[in-house]
Each structure stands twice: as structure tokens, then as C-alpha cells.
């Protein structure tokens, strides 16, 4: 039973720079737009990254940490392939797939495997949200509803952190007692440590 963490964040909010202190040997990307790491250290990616790829590679994992990044395209990407189709069934069938995939996750995965899903964000009436393909997926999908973990990367005056608390007009959540603070920085390993030491999963090594 593996565990998936929603990360929400702008463009530029430091998502993918929060992977920066993991080792070449500690963390498998998912690179879905084939984009280049924004730091200089070299770590395992998949460019190119589809829902087929990444359910093969989690079928057996051979790491404990996994970073889908971004994982909003694989449904923008999914659109695009099917904008010339009509009808609504198109949208259940992205709802499906993404959903397929995290309950993948949950039940095909090894207790002790955290995948991290870098997700954009959108605004909505109720505040900011994960960014989606359209208000039908919303309708059938509350992709927040999917995770125990979400939370929001942000920048402010040049500082970049994370936050582990609902503001009030996020969907950002996180277990009770897990992150001390409402604010930490934007260091995925550090989240990944926090999580493994709070349900005792034990070492990456």
C-alpha cells in the first residue's frame, strides 16, 4: 500500500527545485514534458513520461521515492490527443486515467514507497486548487479527495517554501501533528524524511 503526496504550486513556485538534495540513487523521475531539472545535479528521469510508463516502472519499483513532474500534463497531454473527439466520454475517460493511476499507487506499491505528484494550480470560486482539463473533470473528479498529503509550493520576496496547513482558501492538507509548522522549506527530502519518520516506514536505504 504506497503512499501519494500531492504537491500544488505556480509555474516557477519551486516544485521541481525541491527535488534538488535527493542523491542520484534516492529519487526516479517521471519527467512528463521532457524539461530540463532547474539545477546542475544529475538525477534519474524518464522524459517523456505517459501513464503506461509510469505503471510499468512502479510494477516493480526499485526505488523508494518517485517524482511525477508535472503531473497535470499527463491529463493536458491526454487532451490535446483527443481534442478532435466529441462527446463527453473523453472527459470521464481522463477522470479514469488519472484516478487509475493513483489508486495504482496506493494498492500495487510497496508500503514504503512515496510517489510525489507535482501538480499546477488553478483558481476557482473556492479558492486555488489543482489545476485540471475543464469543469467536467472537476464534476467527476476531486483530485485533493485522492490524497492524505497535499501541500502548496509558494515564493515570496525571493523566499520559497511549503505549506503544510489549509490557509483557508487551499486544499492544502497534511495528518494531524505530522509538520510542526505551517510553513518549511522547500525541500522535498526533508518532506519525504518527515513522512517516513511520522508512519514509521523506515529508511530509504
Known amino acids: 500500500m504506497g503512499i501519494p503526496v500531492l504537491i500544488l504550486g505556480d509555474s ?14 534516492e529519487v526516479g523521475i517521471f519527467n512528463v514534458a521532457s524539461k530540463p531539472l532547474p539545477f546542475r545535479k544529475k538525477l534519474k528521469k524518464v522524459d517523456g513520461a505517459t ?28 487532451m490535446f490527443s483527443k481534442a478532435k473527439e466529441t462527446g463527453y466520454g473523453k472527459f470521464t475517460d481522463m477522470a479514469l486515467n488519472f484516478y487509475s493511476l493513483v489508486q495504482f499507487v496506493i494498492q500495487q506499491t510497496p508500503p514504503d514507497v512515496i510517489v510525489y505528484f507535482l501538480h499546477h494550480v488553478q483558481k476557482s470560486d473556492l479558492g486555488i486548487k ?47 501533528g505530522m ?27
Open 12 to 25: 516557477g513556485s519551486g516544485k521541481s527545485t525541491s527535488m534538488r538534495n535527493f542523491s542520484e540513487d
Open 51 to 78: 501513464y503506461q510508463k509510469i505503471i510499468k516502472s512502479l510494477s516493480a519499483p526499485k526505488l523508494k521515492v518517485y517524482v511525477i513532474d508535472d503531473s497535470q500534463y499527463l491529463m493536458a497531454f491526454e
Open 130 to 176: 489543482a489545476k485540471t482539463v475543464g469543469k467536467m473533470l472537476d464534476d467527476q473528479l476531486t483530485l485533493e479527495g485522492l490524497f492524505s498529503i497535499v501541500l502548496m509550493a509558494r515564493c515570496e520576496s525571493g523566499r520559497y517554501y511549503f505549506q503544510t496547513h489549509n490557509g483557508g482558501n487551499d486544499t492544502v492538507k497534511s495528518p494531524m
Open 179 to 205: 509538520f510542526k509548522t505551517d510553513e518549511i522549506d522547500n525541500d522535498l527530502k526533508l518532506v519525504d524524511q518527515t513522512i517516513r519518520e511520522y508512519w514509521e516506514l523506515g529508511s530509504k536505504e
